[in-house]
């Protein structure tokens, strides 16, 4: 058998359960990692039940940078009997197996092509405590100590995060330290090491930055100008408001009365929440809601209001597996279409599409620009993959002379000088009205916000000619946003080609490994990587420039590839589906087998 023998490039996996303290051992391992210069790119995935059930956290320490799944296993932290056969089935043929071997497990559960590696976890916590839920806890310390002296990773980068982590709590540090020393004793004692998989100190992590894509977008809200934020508890968007609240408590206090200028509210249920955001942008503050495709289905009605009315609210989705209660600890990209177009009648809404929590802090601060600039309902499309996993990024940076874009808003002083003001008149020509803030002035610039339908002054109207006018001028808007929202990326390929992919959201990271790896395997692909919708004219033109071109997406039924024939009328028979919807994060293995199948299935049939 020969072993995987790798530096700084190899996926760890560790199968836990759920709920036994293991997830703060497993972080401890990945910055470990990264304090030794090393890029790693960690994700959970657990079940949406509190405790008991299988968890796992998989690391994949990559000196290329690569931040997306790769697929495979080289090597697993086996703690948890119930997926035992399961997790011995992903480990690569050469990798291998880390376990618990306190009780004697048959041969027959093993495999002959991986190396094992057992370690008495039990007996040596049991040894060294007597309090069961130390002996719970420090277990998990102990094998991240094992570890640590089988990749050959330096002891004092473990005794710093330590320190850090424990400053001023001393005994909580000495116990920690006995922990971690406990497993790299018994390994140096007692087996061989290093093995073939290495971590070895680098400098590739630059300024980058290690944070999880909910607390981006939240920071993102702070610093886009959001005062108000309506919320109901939703897994996995429930961690955006509350970080909201923390970075608000820091940022949005009067330091010399200790006034509050925010306003954040845990509504009774979703409509609720989504009808108080849509009230405070109506009374001209910058309002957001936080939630899942679950929480979109509610808001569907109050969603037509604001769109119909022209208020503006962003609505950050944290997407999760569906339908109905679907998986809620699983990711996907699944509620494109139903925010698309979400309530009844025709609508059109406009989506971003951040690749990671750098672009979750962008694109949230860009939604509350938007929102008041098109007087409309924006999407951040973020889902359970970028939200809840701590992922490296680049710093976010923020000009603090940046002016927020209130878009066309009349003056008490425009009023007075006799400005024509119809609240839904357009003016300009981009199919946006101008708005007055309520109270502006004492006799002018009022008028009724309805959901009904209404002529170009707000009043009340059922005619037929005024519902066209204001149904089109809507759709001059959507178009008019096409210019304003984050535009597309390309990636070209070493070679000229006429064969593209395209791409959005969180499937960026693994899709940029496989246009590397399906380059050197001589398969050329350009790629466009979609940040936002509408899709503006170049999305056209580079359907223009290939006769093939695969749409990656995580969904079932080809979402974003209905969107492209339905909004620029793309010829379905151009548009190849690559879909991924498992749950669990799309892989670059996955995306380069199935482009590669698919083109040789098409030259088959030419």
Known sequence: MKRLEAINDFVIKFANINGSGSASANELFAKAVMRMGVPVSPRNIFPSNIQGMPTWYEARVCEKGYHGRRGGVDMMVAMNPQTWDEDLAEIEPGGYLFYDCTRPIPESKFRKDITVIGVPLTEITNTAYSDPRQRQLFKNIIYVGALSVLLDMDASVFEKLFA???????????????????????????????????????????????????????????????????????????????????????FRVDASTGQHNFAIVQAEDELASIGMAIGAGWNGARAFTATSGAGISLMTEFIGLAYFAEIPVTLINIQRGGPSTGMPTRTQQSDLLSCAYASHGDTKHVMLFPQDPHECFEHAAAALDLADRLQTPIFVMSDLDIGMNQRLCKPFVWDDKREYDRGKVMTAADLAAGKDFGRYNDVDGDGIPWRTYPGTHPTKGAYFTRGTSKDAYARYSERGPDYIYNMERLLKKFKTAAD?????????????????AIYF????????????????????????????????KSVETFLAEHDTVFV???????????????????????????????????????????????????????
């Not at 930055?209 to 909910?214: A, E, K, V």
């Not at 482009?595 to 030259?603: F, G, P, R, S, V």
């Open 164 to 250: 850090e982590q424990f400053k001023g709590k001393e005994r909580l540090l000495a116990s920690n330290m006995q922990a971690i020393n406990l497993g790299r004793d018994y390994v140096t004692q007692h087996l061989e090491f290093p093995i073939g998989l290495q971590v070895r100190k680098s400098d590739m992590i630059g300024d980058q930055i290690f944070t999880d894509g909910n607390s981006a977008a939240a920071l993102g809200c702070v610093y886009g100008g959001a005062t108000v934020a309506a919320w109901y508890p939703i897994t996995p968007s429930s961690s955006v408001p509350e970080n909201f609240q923390k970075y608000c408590e820091k």
């Open 484 to 500: 304003l929202v984050p535009q597309p990326i390309v990636h070209k390929a070493a070679e000229s080609t006429r064969i593209g």
């Open 505 to 536: 959201g969180s499937t960026t990271p693994a899709m940029r490994e496989a246009l590397d790896v399906l380059d050197e395997d001589g398969i050329h692909v350009d790629g466009m990587r979609l940040l936002a919708y509408p899709f503006p």
């Open 552 to 606: 990656v997406e995580q969904n079932r039924d080809a979402q974003m590839r209905t969107l492209l024939i339905d909004e620029i009328d793309a010829n379905p028979k151009q548009l190849v589906k690559v879909l991924h919807y498992d749950g669990t994060p799309i892989t670059a293995r996955f995306i380069v087998s199935a482009i590669a199948a698919k083109l040789a299935l098409l030259k088959e049939t030419v």
